[in-house]
């Protein structure tokens, strides 16, 4: 069975900085796309930055576009998002995801980000 987790989550100041590292236990066939989502309070979850199993294709948000990097390990399934210049509107729960092609999405149960000072 296949089991998603995601660490590095905290508090941090406005201008900081957070690395977020996602791995998953387990064999997942057919992954089409990598990436992280958030869910700030009282708003739905959206999508941060994913990548492309096949080509390694990135797209970001346009809120984080410049600030944050989604990156592969070396590791197979292994994900990160650094997270730079962190502000109060990146305050949010952030989930891994992975998406295949024959089974439902993988999701881990995600990380907080508090961003304040």
């Known amino acids: 069975q296949v089991q998603v987790v995601e660490s590095g989550g905290g508090l941090v100041q406005p201008g900081g900085s957070l690395r977020l590292s996602c791995t998953a236990s387990?064999?997942?066939?057919?992954?089409?796309?990598m990436g992280w989502y958030r869910q700030a309070p009282g708003k739905e979850r959206e999508l941060v930055a994913i990548?492309?199993?096949?080509?390694?294709?990135?797209t970001y948000a346009d809120s984080v576009k410049g600030r944050f990097t989604i990156s592969r390990g070396s590791t197979k399934n292994t994900l990160y998002l650094q997270m730079n210049s962190l502000n109060t509107e990146d305050t949010a729960v952030y989930y891994c995801?992975?998406?295949?092609?024959?089974?439902?999405?993988?999701w881990g149960k995600g990380t907080l980000v508090t961003v304040s000072s």
């Open positions: 995801n992975y998406r295949t092609t024959y089974s439902p999405d993988y």
């Open positions: 387990g064999i997942i066939f057919s992954i089409r796309t």
């Open positions: 990548i492309s199993s096949g080509t390694n294709q990135i």
